[in-house]
């Protein structure tokens, strides 16, 4: 007959008579939060263009069993593509092209969402890709990345491609060096001018110029070459037809 109580033991343990302990990891978990974009200027996000203005929207999701603790959201944007950062949701702060937010506390029930407008600069390759993804850390677990739901990837970047096009102007004038009329013998030059008026760079351009027959002593300027009864300039010998950006018009004369 056992008239004392005895304690239960934990064999796992090397004390004696212990509780058997059973110890809960509630963590968070922001691996389901996600970004997407919005074209404000009525494009596709696949076919925006130089100027129009995006919206992103970062939703920060708790999808653990655990709060999330002083949750910080950074978001480096592409300078390079993007201007006119302004944040419109979150108590956000920019900073050498990094928008920080120090979100706080996260619960499983209740996302926090934050938001900015971007502009896309003026001039932009056709088919420039620009990949944007927000970076989350909390206390007690490795900082994660968000992820554009629109895709079936995980964890990706939320894409915007450009869809731009060079459009190229080119005028030609010609002045005679003793004025008035044209008479036999004078000097003429002539001055060709390539005015890019679209929104994408024209790359390796390429002007042709055959040269009348009744001209003599061609000269062409700018490293133009003469050969076979016309005039070549191109990127070879002329950088500045490699790429002729808009409002930069590039000049070749003879």
């Known amino acids: 007959e056992i008239t004392t109580p005895v304690p239960s033991d934990d064999p ?3 004390t004696a008579n ?7 990891q509630a963590l968070p978990n922001l691996s389901t939060s996600t970004k ?3 074209n404000q200027s009525g494009h596709p ?3 925006s263009e130089p100027g129009d203005t995006l919206l992103y929207t970062i939703v920060v999701k708790n999808s653990g069993r655990g709060v999330a603790t002083n949750t910080v959201v950074t978001d480096a944007v592409d300078g390079a593509a993007l201007e006119n950062i ?4 979150g108590a956000g702060t920019i900073a050498f092209g990094t928008i920080t937010w120090n979100v706080g506390t996260v619960t499983p029930t209740t996302p926090v969402t934050l938001a900015f407008t971007a502009r896309l600069r003026a001039v932009l390759p056709n088919g420039t890709n620009i990949d944007n993804q927000a970076n989350l850390a909390t206390d007690g677990v490795a900082s994660v990345k968000t992820d554009d739901p629109t895709t079936p990837a995980p964890s990706d970047a939320t894409r915007v491609t450009v869809s731009s096009r060079a459009d190229l102007r080119v005028t030609k004038t010609v002045t005679d060096g003793n004025g008035g009329q ?12 390539l005015d890019n ?5 024209a790359r ?3 002007v042709v110029d055959p040269v009348d027959a009744n001209l003599t002593s061609i000269v062409p300027a700018q490293s133009g070459v003469y050969a076979n009864g016309q005039i070549r300039w191109d990127s070879g010998t002329l950088l500045a037809l490699a790429s002729v950006n808009p409002g930069s018009p590039v000049t070749v004369s003879f």
């Open 86 to 89: 302004v944040i419109t949701q």
């Open 18 to 24: 212990d509780p058997t302990k059973v110890t809960v």
């Open 12 to 14: 796992s343990t090397p």
């Open 182 to 193: 044209p008479q036999p013998g004078d000097p003429f030059t002539w001055t060709i001018v």
């Open 45 to 47: 996000r696949t076919a």
């Open 36 to 38: 997407t974009v919005a």
């Open 197 to 201: 008026r679209g929104n994408a760079p």
């Open 204 to 206: 390796n351009v390429v």
